[in-house]
């Protein structure tokens, strides 16, 4: 390269950077241009200059050089210069005079035009012009050898410009060529899933890295490897020879030494001639594939215990202790009566744990058929039976991978179910109805029951092992009658969401109403409650919570219950009295039989009815 070439490599850096994206095709292959400038120049011994469709310098023999980066006739587009007229008209030009020629150069207007002749043409790419080159003469010698072989150099012009726009053109392919696969890199990057192309041969050739996380080896440990030494036996390889791709297909791989490797796969065929070039193998572990299902179809709301309201001693007891083993992986199981919030707590429990991101999977094993109950909790291959799926089903253990699985009402759950589920905690792995392989499941197991496990133990309702298995950690939920004092703050927080859901203002509840709250027994513990404030706030018509909007059910139990406690009050009052007055009888006439027939002739009653009073009332010994 000629002189001052760290000059103008500086110089085009500064100033042809600052375009941008706006860099010209010339431009881009400009050292090979500059190369071909100073090639011509020595073998025709005459200056070569080209620019490009701005007018910039991109290339030139000695004397241009220092114009390189910099533009020609004041970069002004729309002159009647030469340059700019060769890119407007696509024309060849040949100027025999460029000293007395006013349409030459602004040089030739102020007279200082060194050039004694040029050729030039243009430089045509798709029918647009991208460039003009030019040969110059600078001496007489030059000028003569320019003009007596006009044509032969206009012929090779041609056959030049066509060769600098094939360059600029191959150069622009193999630009777009690198932007797409930086794209592609990027997309590639930027998914979720595990991204492997192999070659015709099932080598890999490309690793994403999530793929490389999710086989946990180091790209540059793929990159190069058969795919076979990666997923032995893998159905991938079939689509190299049958070219039908296959989608979402689920697939278990063990490694020596390493972990089971459960993946959804899908793999599309690269078009070839005859066969595929190749493969596309995306893949997702299936714990994100299930996460994501269950992302999508869970809207229960998240409880922690902050949630459960309650400040009696009890209440606060069994929190403080599901607290305590919410960090921990051990099976919970929860006892208490119907409503009091079992699956409350199980909620409190997830959140508080290190699964916390994981599912919380809740299945009622008393609310589902006992012919459905299988399948649901552990899944079924395609075909299993009549009305499967014939993909195939994940059961609920298999969502919970990850996180938590919640089995209410288990007590429900009938025998032989229980033998496979007492498997399944014993190996931490599912085999689906229908098939044969075990499908390993990370999760943590939380039973809830409102029956006596520990009777229907005795009497061969229920496994011991299986009982003994989810008794780890044992949590007794107290119903609200035995925390009455919590009665009113669960009424507040009711009251407030039901206002809330039916759009009613009330502002207050009466004491007598609030009474009968606190009395009332709640054989439906919190959930009865809830429905007993959510009847309360639709009958309300102030915004006063008063008795008669309360349902008559509980007016009537609690009004009964008054009525009991006047009666007994009575009665006591009256034993109290009776008591003292037989006492004092007896102080006077003893308690001998005679004493005793006098008595009962002074009160008016028989002496039979005078010795049961005295037995009711301890007195007989006296």
Same mark, same amino acid.
């Given at each position: 390269?000629a002189l001052?070439?760290e000059y103008y490599?500086?110089?085009?850096?500064?100033?042809v950077n600052?375009?941008g994206?706006a860099?010209s095709?010339l431009?881009?292959? @400009?050292?090979?241009v500059?190369?071909?400038?100073?090639?011509?120049?020595?073998?025709?011994s005459i200056?070569?200059?080209?620019?490009?469709?701005?007018?910039?310098?991109?290339?030139?023999?000695s004397?241009?050089?220092?114009?390189?980066?910099?533009?020609?006739?004041?970069g002004?587009l729309d002159?009647?210069?030469?340059?700019?007229?060769?890119?407007?008209?696509?024309?060849? #030009?040949?100027v025999?005079?460029?000293?007395?020629d006013?349409n030459?150069?602004?040089s030739?207007?102020?007279?200082t035009t060194?050039?004694?002749a040029?050729?030039?043409?243009?430089?045509?790419?798709d !029918?647009?012009?991208i460039?003009?080159?030019g040969l110059v003469a600078f001496t %007489?010698?030059q000028?003569?050898q320019l003009?007596?072989r006009? !044509?032969?150099?206009?012929s090779?012009?041609?056959?030049? *410009?066509?060769?600098?726009?094939?360059?600029v053109s191959?150069? $622009?392919?193999v630009?777009?060529?690198?932007?797409?696969?930086?794209?592609?890199?990027?997309i590639?990057e930027?998914?979720? /899933?595990g991204?492997?192309a192999i070659d015709?041969?099932?080598?890999v050739?490309?690793?994403n890295?999530?793929?490389?996380?999710l086989?946990?080896l180091?790209?540059?440990?793929?990159?190069g490897?058969?795919l076979a030494?990666?997923?032995?036996?893998?159905?991938?390889l079939?689509v190299?020879?049958?070219?039908? /791709?296959?989608i $979402?297909k689920?697939e278990?791989?063990k490694t020596?030494?390493?972990?089971? %490797?459960?993946f959804?796969v899908?793999?599309?065929?690269?078009?070839?001639?005859?066969k595929?070039?190749?493969?596309?193998?995306?893949?997702?572990d299936?714990?994100e594939?299930?996460?994501?299902?269950?992302d999508?179809?869970?809207?229960a709301?998240?409880?922690?215990?902050?949630d459960?309201i309650?400040?009696?001693?009890?209440?606060q007891?069994?929190?403080?202790?599901?607290?305590?083993?919410?960090?921990?992986?051990?099976?919970v199981l929860?006892?208490? /009566?119907?409503?009091?919030?079992?699956?409350i707590?199980?909620?409190?429990?997830?959140?508080a744990?290190s699964?916390?991101?994981?599912? #919380?999977?809740?299945?009622n094993?008393?609310a589902?058929?006992e012919?459905?109950?299988e399948s649901?909790?552990?899944g079924y291959e395609g075909g299993? #039976?009549t009305?499967?799926k014939?993909?195939?089903k994940?059961g609920k253990? $298999?969502?919970?991978?990850?996180?938590?699985?919640?089995l !209410?009402?288990i007590?429900? %759950?009938?025998?032989h179910?229980?033998?496979k589920l007492l498997?399944v905690? @014993?190996d931490?792995?599912?085999e689906?109805v229908?098939?044969?392989?075990?499908?390993?499941?990370?999760?943590?197991?939380?039973?809830?029951?409102n029956?006596?496990?520990?009777? %229907?133990?005795?009497?061969g309702?229920?496994r011991k092992?299986?009982?003994?298995?989810?008794n780890v950690?044992p949590?007794?939920?107290?119903?609200?009658?035995d925390?009455?004092e919590?009665?009113?703050?669960?009424? $507040?927080?009711c009251?407030?969401k039901?206002?809330?859901?039916?759009?009613?203002?009330?502002?207050?509840?009466?004491n007598?109403?609030?009474?009968?709250f606190?009395?009332?027994n709640w054989?439906?513990?919190?959930?009865e409650l809830?429905?007993?404030v959510e009847?309360?706030?639709?009958?309300a018509?102030?915004?006063?919570?008063?008795?008669?909007?309360?349902?008559?059910?509980i007016?009537?139990?609690?009004? !009964?219950?008054?009525?009991q406690?006047?009666?007994? *009050?009575l009665?006591?009052r009256?034993?109290?009295y009776?008591?003292?007055v037989?006492?004092?009888?007896?102080?006077?006439?003893s308690?001998?039989?005679?004493g005793?027939?006098?008595?009962?002739?002074k009160?008016?009653?028989?002496r039979?009815?005078l010795?049961?009073k005295l037995?009711?009332?301890?007195?007989s010994?006296k």
């Amino acid at each position: 390269m000629a002189l001052g070439e760290e000059y103008y490599k500086a110089l085009i850096m500064n100033r042809v950077n600052g375009r941008g994206n706006a860099m010209s095709g010339l431009m881009h292959i @400009q050292t090979m241009v500059q190369d071909l400038a100073e090639a011509i120049a020595a073998a025709l011994s005459i200056e070569v200059e080209i620019v490009d469709e701005e007018l910039t310098v991109i290339a030139g023999s000695s004397c241009y050089a220092h114009k390189i980066g910099l533009k020609e006739e004041l970069g002004q587009l729309d002159s009647n210069f030469l340059y700019a007229r060769t890119l407007r008209s696509k024309k060849s #030009f040949v100027v025999s005079d460029p000293v007395s020629d006013p349409n030459y150069d602004p040089s030739s207007l102020e007279g200082t035009t060194p050039e004694l002749a040029e050729i030039c043409s243009p430089i045509t790419l798709d !029918d647009k012009v991208i460039g003009v080159i030019g040969l110059v003469a600078f001496t %007489m010698e030059q000028k003569e050898q320019l003009l007596s072989r006009m !044509d032969a150099i206009l012929s090779f012009l041609k056959h030049l *410009s066509r060769f600098l726009a094939a360059k600029v053109s191959e150069s $622009e392919a193999v630009e777009r060529l690198t932007r797409l696969s930086k794209e592609l890199t990027t997309i590639l990057e930027t998914i979720h /899933e595990g991204a492997l192309a192999i070659d015709a041969n099932g080598v890999v050739t490309h690793c994403n890295t999530t793929a490389g996380m999710l086989l946990n080896l180091d790209r540059s440990l793929i990159v190069g490897r058969k795919l076979a030494d990666l997923w032995v036996n893998t159905p991938a390889l079939d689509v190299l020879k049958s070219g039908k /791709e296959y989608i $979402e297909k689920e697939e278990i791989y063990k490694t020596k030494g390493r972990r089971s %490797m459960h993946f959804i796969v899908s793999v599309r065929p690269i078009a070839g001639i005859d066969k595929p070039d190749g493969a596309v193998v995306s893949f997702r572990d299936i714990s994100e594939a299930r996460r994501l299902i269950y992302d999508l179809s869970s809207t229960a709301m998240e409880y922690t215990f902050d949630d459960i309201i309650g400040q009696c001693e009890v209440i606060q007891q069994v929190k403080k202790q599901a607290l305590r083993v919410a960090g921990g992986n051990s099976t919970v199981l929860i006892t208490g /009566e119907s409503g009091t919030g079992k699956e409350i707590f199980a909620r409190a429990i997830h959140k508080a744990s290190s699964r916390e991101k994981g599912p #919380f999977i809740s299945i009622n094993c008393g609310a589902i058929p006992e012919a459905l109950l299988e399948s649901e909790l552990f899944g079924y291959e395609g075909g299993a #039976f009549t009305g499967a799926k014939k993909e195939g089903k994940s059961g609920k253990f $298999e969502l919970a991978d990850g996180g938590t699985i919640f089995l !209410d009402e288990i007590g429900e %759950m009938p025998l032989h179910l229980q033998v496979k589920l007492l498997h399944v905690l @014993q190996d931490m792995a599912v085999e689906r109805v229908g098939g044969s392989k075990k499908i390993p499941v990370n999760v943590r197991v939380i039973a809830a029951s409102n029956r006596d496990l520990e009777l %229907m133990m005795q009497e061969g309702n229920f496994r011991k092992d299986l009982y003994f298995r989810l008794n780890v950690i044992p949590l007794r939920i107290p119903p609200l009658k035995d925390r009455r004092e919590d009665v009113p703050a669960l009424v $507040e927080r009711c009251l407030k969401k039901y206002t809330s859901i039916l759009d009613k203002q009330i502002d207050s509840i009466e004491n007598e109403a609030m009474e009968c709250f606190v009395h009332y027994n709640w054989p439906g513990n919190v959930r009865e409650l809830e429905n007993a404030v959510e009847y309360a706030v639709n009958m309300a018509d102030s915004t006063v919570l008063v008795t008669g909007n309360l349902p008559p059910r509980i007016q009537k139990v609690v009004r !009964d219950q008054n009525e009991q406690h006047l009666n007994d *009050s009575l009665k006591h009052r009256l034993g109290n009295y009776e008591r003292q007055v037989l006492k004092e009888f007896l102080d006077i006439y003893s308690s001998s039989y005679e004493g005793k027939q006098i008595i009962a002739e002074k009160l008016g009653i028989s002496r039979a009815t005078l010795y049961r009073k005295l037995s009711e009332l301890g007195l007989s010994s006296k």
